[in-house]
């Protein structure tokens, strides 16, 4: 995966944003994908008054994340969705195995080397109802130890060295899908690792928006 600007470690690794961050991000998301499905806002301008907004907003974005994190660790799908203010359009999971196969860049070397003991892909199509549609898609890679999996998630997390390769957007009534790991999440519980990405399909949503429902979708157990 990679990204020019998403958040790196002095190894090159994605990491989470900072505390500071996270604030000022949840601020941009709430204005984009508040109640009144306004969206398009790339940017919030300083003083008091906005302060006085971001500390209230953010805090009403971050419990909506929170529930849908803790939805979507459930395996409540069309729960957390709704929990993001979205709908599910279509999705689409994948059972093939040969993770190799399906993979690209040093990623499909290293599965090539250490193969994997299953595969499963899921795409999604969400929209908010106003106009904006996103895909996510989520891998779930069950490696043959727990040390293959922390392995295969710190490669995967680094920039320019590939990953799991995405389900084709055209099954989902997406068309073409143009993945550049900027909206991006992992996670690794035993020989399990997730992988998660979100990419616009039409409209103009939020990165910030699209960032969290990344780090949701994250949490998805396996299908």
């Known amino acids: 995966m990679g990204y020019e600007t998403q958040p790196r470690d002095s190894r090159g690794r994605w990491t989470k944003r900072s505390g500071a961050l996270v604030a000022s991000t949840t601020l941009a998301i709430t204005v984009a994908y508040g109640p009144a499905g306004v969206t398009g806002v790339t940017g919030v301008s300083g003083g008091s008054g906005v302060a006085s907004m971001q500390s209230s907003l953010s805090q009403v974005v971050r419990t909506k994340l929170a529930k849908g994190k803790r939805s979507a660790a459930k395996g409540h799908r069309n729960t957390t969705w709704k929990r993001l203010d ?66 295969l998630r710190g490669l995967a997390d680094v920039d320019g060295t590939g990953n799991i390769t995405p389900l084709p957007g055209a099954i989902v009534g997406a068309g073409t899908i143009r993945w550049t790991g900027r909206y991006y999440d992992s996670r690794r519980s035993g020989s399990l690792v997730v992988i998660a990405e979100t990419e616009p399909v039409r409209g103009n949503p939020h990165p910030g928006f699209l960032d969290g429902v990344a780090d949701v979708a994250a949490e998805l157990p396996r299908p």
Not at 87 to 93: F, M, N, P, S
Not at 133 to 143: D, P, Q
């Open 86 to 151: 979205l709908e599910r359009i279509d999705e689409k999971l994948d059972r093939a195995g040969g993770c190799a196969l399906h993979s690209y860049g040093q990623v499909q070397r290293f599965l090539t080397r250490t193969p994997c003991h299953s595969l499963r892909r899921m795409l999604f199509l969400l929209g908010d109802g106003h106009g904006n549609r996103i895909v996510v898609s989520v891998s779930w890679v069950r490696m043959r130890g727990t040390a293959a999996a922390r392995e």
